[in-house]
């Protein structure tokens, strides 16, 4: 299969294949220094090709490499240097995603093709660095684009993202998915349930909210709140119940001048009584509070 770069560079008719053997004389330090040839394109394309494609070694990537070789090392010479180089910039984004996307459409990309990622002009190079055995993917690759998520995980309550035992990964698929906010399971709470199975029930008490969506009470990225909550209770809870007949307010009406505190208002508040917010499975649970 012979794959033409939509960028002019090797459109040119001149131009053609010279094989890796060529490019090893300048470019030593790829096959002693960089550990691609042990990467799985190194050792796919190099040694155990199935394909013409991936037959042409650095060529399958870096394109037709005749013209490079005429400019390349030349005294003096201060042009480009006719060869895809993948820097991502904004003028060849689109045929670094098409050259990636001709062999790499199924499975966890899938879904890249109109996802925000896609459509926001990052290239799969935005995330990915090929010429490396240990890793594929640029260390804390995420964290530097979406900076009010890395702020996030610095709050006081979070996930153990920062200590490095989960990962965005676990809860996103980095190239999208048929979900809002490309989680990497069909729902979102369907992407909690992997690690917090206890949560799914059944109950003989369930709590609507926390069955329709977690996020509702919890943000998933971290929270200066207990629990991960996205607010404190009581308020937490009064956001949907109105409650006249029992305690409901921090500063409760019963001290003279009504500014004492209700003792079962402090911290964890409603939580004190209603302690089974998640759902119960005890015969009279059904005010969540066993
Ligand atoms: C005659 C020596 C020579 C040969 C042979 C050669 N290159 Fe280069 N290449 C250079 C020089 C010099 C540069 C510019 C300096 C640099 O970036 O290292 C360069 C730059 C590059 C770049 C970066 C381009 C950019 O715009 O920054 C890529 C990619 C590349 N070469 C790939 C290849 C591939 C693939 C082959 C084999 C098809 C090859 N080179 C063969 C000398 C050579
Ligand atoms: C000629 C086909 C081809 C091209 C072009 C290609 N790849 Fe691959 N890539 C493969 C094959 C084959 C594998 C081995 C694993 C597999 O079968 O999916 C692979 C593996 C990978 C992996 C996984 C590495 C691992 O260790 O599992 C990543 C990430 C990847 N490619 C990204 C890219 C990116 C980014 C580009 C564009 C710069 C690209 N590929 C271009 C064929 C290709
Ligand atoms: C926003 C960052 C990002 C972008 C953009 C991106 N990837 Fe990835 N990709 C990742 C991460 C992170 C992983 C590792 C997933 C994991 O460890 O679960 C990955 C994994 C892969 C894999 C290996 C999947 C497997 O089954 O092991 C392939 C192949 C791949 N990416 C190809 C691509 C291609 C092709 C593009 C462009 C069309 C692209 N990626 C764009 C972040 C990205
Ligand atoms: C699977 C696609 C792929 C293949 C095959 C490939 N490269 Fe690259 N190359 C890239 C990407 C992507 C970059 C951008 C930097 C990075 O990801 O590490 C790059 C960067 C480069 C650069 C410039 C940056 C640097 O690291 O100096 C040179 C030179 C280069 N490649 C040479 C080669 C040579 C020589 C071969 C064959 C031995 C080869 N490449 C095979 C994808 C590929
Ligand atoms: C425990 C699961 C989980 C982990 C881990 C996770 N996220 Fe999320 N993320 C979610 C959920 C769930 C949503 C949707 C939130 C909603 O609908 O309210 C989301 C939404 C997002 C959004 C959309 C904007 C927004 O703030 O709602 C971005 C961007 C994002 N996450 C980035 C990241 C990054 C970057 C990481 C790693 C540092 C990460 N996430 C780790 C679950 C997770
Ligand atoms: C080069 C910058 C960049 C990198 C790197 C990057 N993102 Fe994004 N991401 C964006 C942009 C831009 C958007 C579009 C929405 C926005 O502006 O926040 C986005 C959106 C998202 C969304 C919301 C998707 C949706 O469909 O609602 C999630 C989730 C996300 N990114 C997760 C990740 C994860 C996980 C990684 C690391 C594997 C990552 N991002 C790396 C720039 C980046
Ligand atoms: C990959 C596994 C994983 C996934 C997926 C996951 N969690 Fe967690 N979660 C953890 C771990 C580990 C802890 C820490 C448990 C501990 O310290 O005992 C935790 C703790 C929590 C806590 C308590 C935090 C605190 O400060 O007390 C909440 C709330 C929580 N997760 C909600 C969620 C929600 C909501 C989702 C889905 C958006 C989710 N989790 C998805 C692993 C996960
Ligand atoms: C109605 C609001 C609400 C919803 C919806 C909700 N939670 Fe919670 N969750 C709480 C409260 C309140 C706490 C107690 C926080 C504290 O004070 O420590 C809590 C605590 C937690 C904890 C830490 C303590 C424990 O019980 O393990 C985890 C984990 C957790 N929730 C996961 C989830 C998951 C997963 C979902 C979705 C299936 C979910 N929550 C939905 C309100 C909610
Ligand atoms: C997003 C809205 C929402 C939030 C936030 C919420 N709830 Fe609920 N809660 C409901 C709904 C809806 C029901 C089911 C009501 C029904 O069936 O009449 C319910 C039922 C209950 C019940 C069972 C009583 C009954 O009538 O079945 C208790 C107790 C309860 N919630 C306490 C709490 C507490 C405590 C909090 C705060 C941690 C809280 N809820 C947060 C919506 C919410
Ligand atoms: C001192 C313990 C206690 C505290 C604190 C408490 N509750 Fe209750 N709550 C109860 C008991 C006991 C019931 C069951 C009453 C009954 O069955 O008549 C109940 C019932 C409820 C019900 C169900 C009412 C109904 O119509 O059946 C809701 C909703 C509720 N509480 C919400 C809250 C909220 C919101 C807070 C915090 C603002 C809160 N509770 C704080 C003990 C408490």
């Given at each position: 299969m012979l794959f033409v770069l939509s960028s002019s560079v090797n459109a040119e008719p001149d131009n053609h294949d010279v094989g890796d053997k060529e490019c090893y004389l300048c470019h030593k330090y790829i096959k002693k220094n960089t550990g691609f040839l042990q990467s799985s394109h190194g050792v796919l394309f190099s040694n155990t090709p199935r394909n013409k494609w991936e037959a042409r070694g650095c060529e399958a990537c870096h394109g037709e490499g005749a013209r490079h070789l005429d400019v390349a090392g030349v005294d003096g010479y201060s042009g480009p240097q006719l060869i895809q180089s993948f820097k991502p910039e904004s003028d060849n984004i689109e045929s670094i995603n098409e050259l990636c996307s001709g062999c790499h459409q199924g499975g966890d990309t899938l879904h890249w093709s109109g996802s925000l990622h896609q459509m926001s002009d990052l290239a799969c190079t935005s995330c990915h660095t090929l010429h490396s055995k240990q890793r594929e993917v640029k260390p804390k690759?995420?964290?530097?684009?979406?900076?009010?998520?890395?702020?996030?995980?610095?709050?006081?309550?979070?996930?153990?993202?920062?200590?490095?035992?989960?990962?965005?990964?676990?809860?996103?698929?980095?190239?999208?998915?048929?979900?809002?906010?490309?989680?990497?399971?069909?729902?979102?709470?369907?992407?909690?349930?992997?690690?917090?199975?206890?949560?799914?029930?059944?109950?003989?008490?369930?709590?609507?909210?926390?069955?329709?969506?977690?996020?509702?009470?919890?943000?998933?990225?971290?929270?200066?709140?207990?629990?991960?909550?996205?607010?404190?209770?009581?308020?937490?809870?009064?956001?949907?119940?109105?409650?006249?007949?029992?305690?409901?307010?921090?500063?409760?009406?019963?001290?003279?001048?009504?500014?004492?505190?209700?003792?079962?208002m402090g911290g964890k508040s409603c939580v004190n009584c209603h302690s089974k917010i998640h759902g119960s499975s005890h015969p009279s649970g059904a005010a969540l509070q066993r």
């Open positions: 690759v995420c964290e530097n684009c979406h900076t009010e998520i890395r702020a996030k995980l610095q709050r006081s309550s979070h996930m153990p993202m920062r200590e490095g035992v989960i990962s965005c990964m676990d809860c996103h698929n980095a190239h999208g998915s048929s979900t809002d906010a490309a989680l990497s399971k069909p729902s979102l709470n369907e992407t909690c349930y992997q690690c917090h199975a206890e949560k799914r029930g059944p109950f003989i008490w369930g709590h609507a909210p926390v069955q329709e969506n977690c996020a509702t009470c919890h943000d998933p990225h971290g929270s200066s709140h207990n629990g991960m909550l996205k607010m404190r209770p009581p308020y937490l809870c009064q956001s949907c119940h109105q409650t006249v007949f029992h305690p409901s307010e921090v500063r409760g009406g019963s001290g003279l001048s009504g500014t004492s505190i209700s003792k079962f």
